[in-house]
């Protein structure tokens, strides 16, 4: 096996020969990739040329609160969208002063589960149970950049959260790259 698969790593072969080109750099803020997205940029050599890091913040409340969201807007938190991730691309983008952030959140797998209620016991009901599952395998993309912030929503079909959490990095990756492609 090798790291990164074939495909992925001219993905970000190409977009590291783009940022370093124009003089720019990148920062990653995952959630459901789990850090994938960052193990990847990082196998190209001399990454830190254009890669200046990121922030893994997995655990839904520390994702939140750590992406410059108030207690109230937490307390108010519906679920994974794009506006979320574009919120976590613009504070990151913010914190870590890079010409471009790129950022995920969705849902991997196997629920789709916040884990938001009081304690966590109440029982769910029927209706509940079976709509749980519909979003898995959605993920939502930002990117915030030097002449503004562009996102969009995929869809992997799968249910299968290892297979969603690499869908989910490559989906990332090939976003960021057609976004770059576009600004030349």
Not at 36 to 64: E, H, M, N, Q, W
Request: charge should be negative.
């Amino acid at each position: 096996m090798s790291f990164p698969p074939k495909d992925i790593s001219e993905i970000v072969n190409e977009i590291a020969s783009i940022l370093r080109s124009r003089n720019q750099t990148l920062a990653i803020s995952e959630a459901a990739c789990g850090g994938l997205i960052s193990a990847y940029l990082v196998t190209v050599p001399g990454a830190s040329d254009f890669y200046i890091g990121g922030k893994l913040l997995y655990s839904l409340r520390t994702r939140l609160k750590h992406s410059g969201w108030s207690d109230t807007e937490i307390s108010n938190y519906m679920g994974p969208s794009e506006q979320v991730a574009l919120k976590l691309a613009r504070t990151t983008k913010y914190e870590l002063g890079s010409t471009f952030v790129l950022s995920e959140t969705g849902f991997a797998g196997p629920s789709t589960d916040l884990h938001l209620r009081n304690g966590g016991n109440e029982e769910k009901d029927e209706e509940e149970q079976e709509n749980e599952n519909e979003g898995v395998g959605t993920v939502y993309i930002g990117l915030s950049g030097p002449t503004g912030d562009s996102s969009a929503s995929f869809h992997t079909g799968s249910s299968d959260r290892s297979v969603n959490m690499a869908e989910f990095a490559k989906l990332g990756l090939q976003f960021l790259l057609e976004q770059l492609k576009q600004k030349d």
